[in-house]
T-cell receptor
């Protein structure tokens, strides 16, 4: 069974602070995706990282895929209340039959 | 913008009853999925479907569950005899067939807004 552990589980910060969310596994994934989910809605894709060591930036969000393709991180600079939500990493296994979701990180950014 | 639509948005049923959750995937997508999320817990894979057959299923997807693509547009999840622990948000998703390295599908999964199932 492929498991993706995210840390921290919960994060409550003030507007303007920086934060990093980690996604770790003992399994190798061919690619890794980050989703954000708001209450009552389905997950929405933020980014896909494919190459080990790859770094992608999406405005104030920076995503990194580990060299061994077993882990990833999401860094948010100068967090805003609109960043509040559940952040999910999800790994794509080789041959892709399914997307395995991580345990999730719930972020609350207060004004 | 094309989207995945799910019905019903909320269904309440008695334990032991059959439930059918419906999904209309994005029209040019070839891969279809059902996931579920018990309140406060992680999103769990149930089943993937491609070329009119199940391509993979999880241990959650036992004999009480079945999927069907009856008419080329709808994708349904049936739970034959619901249990209390089936209460969850059920998400349908679809994706294009985009082959990346190692043959993996690195295409984005588009999720519906979910169907909340409450089993009493």
């Amino acid at each position: 069974t492929q498991l993706l552990e995210q840390s921290p589980q919960f994060l409550s910060i003030q507007e303007g602070e920086n934060l990093t969310v980690y996604c770790n596994s003992s399994s190798v994934f061919s690619s890794l995706q980050w989703y954000r989910q708001e209450p009552g809605e389905g997950p929405v894709l933020l980014v896909t990282v494919v190459t080990g060591g790859e770094v992608k930036k999406l405005k104030r969000l920076t995503f990194q895929f580990g060299d061994a393709r077993k882990d990833s991180s999401l860094h948010i600079t100068a967090a805003q209340p609109g960043d509040t939500g559940l952040y999910l990493c999800a790994g794509v296994n080789t041959g892709f039959q399914k997307l395995v979701f991580g345990t999730g990180t719930r972020l609350l950014v207060s004004p | 913008e094309p989207e995945v639509t799910q019905t019903p948005s909320h269904q309440v049923t008695q334990m032991g009853q059959e439930v059918i959750l419906r999904c209309v995937p994005i029209s040019n997508h070839l891969y279809f999925y059902w996931y579920r999320q018990i309140l406060g817990q992680k999103v769990e894979f149930l089943v993937s479907f491609y070329n009119n057959e199940i391509s993979e299923k999880s241990e959650i997807f036992d004999d009480q569950f079945s999927v069907e693509r009856p008419d080329g547009s709808n994708f349904t999840l049936k739970i034959r005899s619901t249990k209390l622990e089936d209460s969850a948000m059920y998400f349908c998703a679809s994706s294009e067939a985009l082959r990346g390295r190692f043959g993996a599908n690195t295409g984005e999964l588009f999720f519906g807004e979910g169907s909340r199932l409450t089993v009493l």
